[in-house]
Structure formats: C-alpha cells, structure tokens
C-alpha cells in the first residue's frame, strides 16, 4: 500500500489513532498511537522510542545494558505494507515498525529486521521460506476456563460459535486467511490456524492475529492466555511453526515424491540443522520460564531432541502431505515454539539454524517412528535422542554457546535478549509452579 493509500484510507474512515507496533525482546506487543492529523510526519519519520525499551523484561523492569541506559532514542518506522485498519478498534488503524537509527538505518537490536536479514540469507541462496505459526489459546472467565468442552468437540464449537465467527470477520477484514479453527484439549482452549506467508509475513500476521483474538475475546467479555502454560495440570498452549522452502517461482523445494516421506535432501538438511542447534533455538521457539512448564514429555509439545513424521512427540513433525496437493502441501512442523516467543526472533532464529544444516550438508539420522518417552535410555542412547534443555537458563546457556545462532543475531540484539531473559529467569527462581503459572498466564 503507497503512503497515499494509507492517508486516504485513514480520511476515508476516519481514523483517529494509528497504533505503531512492534514486538520487544519480552516478547511483549508494545507501541505508540500516531494521531492521525500527525501521520503524515510520522509515516516516514517513525515515533521515537528510548533505547531502553529492548532492555526491558516482560516485567517492565528495566535491566541494566551497555548502550541501552537512559540517553539515547531508536525510531519505530513502519513498514507501510503492514497498514491494517483494526475493525475491532474503533477509528483505529495499526502499522507493524522496524526500529532504526536516527539516520534511518536498521538498529542493530531490532528483532523485525533480524528476520530480515536472515530472509536475505535464505535469498540468497535461492530460497524463501514460507511458515505460518499455529495459535493455541484459552478462553478465560474470571480467571477460570471459560468452557469445559472436550477435544474436538461439537459442544465447544457451539460454545465458542459466535466468537469465533466474529474472530474469522475481523481476520478476513485484515486479509488474514483463516484456515482451521477447533476446541482444543484443555478446558477453555481453542486453535486456529492461518494460511502460510513468507516468514516476515507470517510473523507479522502472528502479532495482529494474537491482538485480534484477544481484542475479540474481550468484545465478549472474555480473557485470553496465549502463555505457554496457562494452568500447570491442563494441556499447555503451543505455537507450532509450520514451514517449507519455495524458489523464486514458487515450486516447494522441499517435496520429493520417490522419498519415503515425500521430503526433498534440501528439506532433510534444513531440518537437520534446526534439530542440531534446537537446545539453543530454544531459547528463542521456546522463551520463557513457563515455556519449559509446557515442554515436558507426553504433552505433544516435543520434549525430545528428535524428529518424525507425523510423530506428535517429536519437535520435529513431517507432516504427511494432502493427497494430489503433495508438492504445495508436504511441510514440517516445529512443536518446540509457544507465543510466548517473539516471532520475529523465533523465526530468524529457524531460519539461520535451518541454513547452516544446508551449507553444512547436516544430516537428520533416523526418525523415531514411536514416542520417544516410551524408549530405554539404551535406544535413545543408539538413536542419539537427548531431553532438550528443561529449563529456560539452560536453553539460554546454548544460545549463547551456540556461534551461529549469535553471530546471525549480532551482538547488542543477543546481549539485551539474553539480559531480560536471565532477569526473568532470576524473577521467577523463588516462586511456586502454580505462581509462575499464574504470573505468566495474562502476559502476551
Ligand atoms: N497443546 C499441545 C502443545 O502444547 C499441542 C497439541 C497438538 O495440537 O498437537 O503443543
Ligand atoms: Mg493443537
């Protein structure tokens, strides 16, 4: 959409505020409102943001960072093809932003335009990623699920029919393409899934589908957790990232027909990397101190270090194609991933990872074709299958071991990353898990 586009728009409907997003390293949605006599200033020239916000944990305590004090201001600069008009808000509009520089170059603490560059080095190589997160999520009524429907059931559907037809008028009125939507296991918990985008597009469409359910949620009187684990005895909330790897015209780079699982070399080693460098990328898929409440054995969250097709207990998941549709439909599935998580950071992180499996030629070894919780220590011993990390500090450990998930990231982006995330850690080290639970279960 041109810049004329927008101010015609913002006229024509009268639009009030123009809200100026962007996610933080918390992996909170935060922003500024542009009032709309003010946009046409602010559309090239951004909002100014103190340089502290990405020191910031999702706490709102401010952690101490070289670079990020007191002095100094970034701009929040949008991205004019990420105008939305939020039908959900009234005379509001929203804009997704890059933070840069006063002279308008990309911050180097930015999390949109990691993914950027690592969409770049994908690019570079002939390929695009196309991903799109899967959003879990519980309905909540005074602090307690809101329904107490089972798994699939057509007694949740009724429960949930009218706010789930107004969820899928805002998300069409957004050009989101809804595709699923069901109750899900746990008391209160629901999913829907939306068409797969490139990987900047599928991060940015997360942010406004995660603003649009809870904005819809709340139009019914509801409150909406998208925490890793919203109560410790339920099923936990994942944000599975499906993803697959196009060339310029399109064609699924992953998909071989004659292979057992109809994935291409390509697909194996771009797996392959993400599975070796996983102990690490979850400090980014899987972010937060209930992020590791919610990724234990069992829960088909992915508590293991392996990979499987259609295997709910491997991080991992080749997802069996749709009959005649093979080639536009074979895709994996990382389980290992809540909305906890920064999208913008989850999937650069994928992708850098994904990358260095194809310019290593890693190579994914055996699939477990059962769940890997039942296997002798001795089988998961032969097959190479470890417990991923089991806490939040220790994934944070790998990442910063890990060389190319921190050169990819670069140095101020990692440094405040890891600072909020150990501050959280450290927050949380005397609560009980019911307290952590309950802390997080309204955060993002
Ligand atoms: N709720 C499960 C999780 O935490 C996933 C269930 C499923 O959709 O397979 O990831
Ligand atoms: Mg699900």
């Known amino acids: 959409m041109t810049l004329d586009n927008i101010f015609q728009k913002v006229k024509h409907e009268h639009i009030r505020f123009v809200r100026f997003l962007y996610c933080d390293n918390g992996g909170i949605i935060r922003g500024k409102s542009a009032y709309a006599p003010t946009l046409t200033a602010r559309m090239t020239g951004g909002i100014g943001l103190t340089v502290a916000m990405q020191a910031m944990n999702s706490l709102d305590q401010l952690q101490p960072m070289k670079g990020m004090g ?4 970034v701009r929040l600069v949008p991205d004019a093809s990420t105008f939305r008009i939020l039908p959900y808000a009234p005379h509001s509009a929203a804009v997704l932003t890059d933070m ?28 695009t990623v196309l991903a799109s997160i899967e959003n879990e999520f519980s309905l909540i009524l005074d602090d307690k699920p809101w329904d107490d429907t089972l798994c699939f059931s057509s007694q949740g559907m009724l429960a949930s029919q009218e706010f789930v037809d107004e969820l899928a008028e805002d998300l069409d009125h957004q050009g989101i393409v809804l595709e699923q939507y069901y109750p899900e296991l746990a008391p209160g918990q629901h999913e829907i899934s939306v068409r797969h985008q490139d990987a900047m597009r599928a991060a940015d469409q997360q942010i406004y ?14 409150r909406v957790s998208f925490a890793p684990k919203p109560w410790v005895d339920q099923a936990g909330n994942g944000g599975h990232i499906h993803f697959s790897l196009v060339d310029e015209a399109g064609n699924n780079l992953i998909y071989e027909p004659h292979d057992p699982y109809q994935l291409s070399p390509l697909g194996y080693e771009f797996m392959a990397g993400i599975l070796f ?7 980014l898929t899987a972010p937060t101190v209930n992020s590791y409440q919610r990724l234990v054995p069992n829960t088909w969250s992915g508590g293991y270090s392996c990979w499987g097709p259609d295997n709910r207990e491997a991080p991992l998941r ?9 080639s536009q439909s074979v895709n994996i599935e990382l389980k290992a991933a809540d909305l906890s ?3 913008y950071l989850a999937l650069g992180g994928l992708i850098a990872a994904g990358l260095d499996g194809i310019t290593q030629h890693r190579e994914i070894g055996k699939p477990a074709l059962v769940n890997p919780d039942q296997l002798t220590d001795h089988e998961r011993q032969i097959m190479g299958i470890v417990r991923l990390p089991q806490t939040l500090s220790r994934a944070l450990d790998y990442l910063t071991q890990n060389p190319v998930l921190t050169d990819a990231l670069g140095d101020l982006l990692l440094n405040s990353y890891v600072a909020v995330k150990r501050s959280e850690v450290a927050f949380y080290d005397d609560k009980s898990p019911d307290d952590i639970a309950a802390w997080h279960r309204f955060r993002y």
């Open 209 to 222: 589908t995660r603003e649009t359910i809870r904005a819809v949620a709340a139009n019914h009187g509801l």
């Open 341 to 343: 998580a920064n999208p």
């Open 277 to 283: 460098h996983l102990p690490a990328l979850l400090a």
């Open 70 to 73: 007191p002095v100094g201001e």
């Open 100 to 127: 840069t520089t006063l002279e308008g170059n990309p911050w180097e603490a930015c999390p949109r335009s990691f993914l950027a560059r690592m969409e770049l080095k994908a690019r570079a190589l002939g390929i």
């Open 318 to 326: 080749i997802a069996s194609p749709l009959k005649s549709r093979e």
